[in-house]
């Protein structure tokens, strides 16, 4: 078996490089995985990228098979997609994904991979982590049949969202976005589409996605009296303004967070994350999320597509990146 591999890192601000790794040999109940493609999930590794973890969420914001510390040096991802090369029987040669970073090849233990179900095809089910956050909000917000709802902010997260609700019976979804580019996207989710301004208000139920100030304020307006706007955004060590004055009282709004470091309360009990993730790979049957991948490159471009990822580039939802399988 090979025993080296080839990892990306994150090493000042706005820069990273990719680094050779030692592969351990596995041992009994572990697995090793070569990588076909990864996902750079562009909201939080951007951050990352520049520096932007606040030092008392350290811990908090540590990802799975992160190595290195904030803010830097640090090997930093989650979106990884591979075929298990060593391992149990019953995993050998499947597509599996993982909550790893962007690693050529990887030793975990076999509970940290979850099967890629027949008919996902691997390029898609790097949205897995995506789709699992988007999972666990609305497991959070728990909406109902009929419900009308707006999705405030269309990057990977809020597209992920909008494109779950989709499939809920009676409810009004509404895409929002100062991008009117992400009316496409939109319209492949089957959902619909409104510029901020544009957006129909009277809403039971708001998912915030922007990580802006303007997009939160704009989500509160947009609820009917005593409904709830979900936060998801992740501001890092920015600090926002909310207008909690005017009509926000009186019409007994709520703004409530979710995050997906913890499964929801609402299933806490029931629910484990392998079943959380499972039920995200399940969900990505579906060919509509292909509209969330909007760029591809290889592995050894990295380096440059990261620090142009980190600019102001409105089109970039979910990078993919691929791995050569005759090069690794």
């Known amino acids: 078996m090979i025993r080296t591999a080839r990892a990306f890192w994150f ?10 790794v030692a592969l351990p040999e596995p041992g009994p109940g572990e697995v090793q995985v070569r990588a076909l493609c990864s996902g750079v999930s562009r909201g939080t590794e951007t951050l990352v990228l520049r520096g932007g973890v606040p030092e008392n969420q350290y811990d908090v914001m540590r990802a799975p098979f992160q190595e290195g510390d904030f803010p830097w040096p640090v090997k930093y991802g989650y979106l990884n997609v591979g075929i298990v090369e ?12 993982c909550l790893y970073p962007h690693q050529t090849r990887y030793v975990v233990p076999a509970a940290a991979v979850v099967p890629v179900p027949d008919g996902v095809p691997p390029e898609r089910a790097v949205l ?18 009929g419900d009308r709802i707006a999705v405030v902010g269309a990057g990977m997260v809020g597209c992920a969202v909008a494109g779950v609700l989709a499939g809920f019976p009676g409810v009004r979804v509404q895409l929002v976005d100062v991008n009117p580019a992400r009316a496409g996207v939109a319209a492949a989710l089957g959902v619909g589409f409104a510029s901020p301004g544009e957006a129909e208000d009277g809403c039971d139920l708001v998912i915030h996605a922007s990580a802006t100030e303007a997009g939160l304020a704009r989500s ?3 609820l009917a009296p005593e409904g709830t706007v979900i936060e998801l955004s992740w501001y890092g060590d920015r600090r926002v303004s909310l ?6 009282h009186s019409r007994r709004l709520t703004v409530r967070g979710s995050q997906v470091g913890m499964v929801s309360p609402a299933r806490r009990s029931r629910r484990s994350f392998t079943d959380r993730l499972s039920l995200a790979l399940t969900l990505l049957s579906d060919p ?22 980190a600019g102001d580039d409105p089109s970039a939802l979910c990078h993919r990146i691929v791995y050569d399988p005759v090069q690794y």
């Open 11 to 20: 090493t000042s601000p706005g820069e990273g490089e990719i680094r050779p």
């Open 86 to 97: 060593h391992g149990p029987p019953d995993l050998l040669g499947r597509a599996v994904f």
């Open 128 to 145: 897995a982590g995506t789709v699992e956050t988007a999972v666990n909000a609305l497991w959070d917000a728990a909406p109902l049949v």
């Open 220 to 222: 509160l307006e947009l």
């Open 243 to 248: 207008p909690l004055g005017e009509a926000f």
């Open 288 to 309: 509509v999320f292909d509209a969330l991948i909007t760029g591809e490159s290889g592995f050894e471009d990295l380096p440059r597509v990261m620090a142009r990822l």
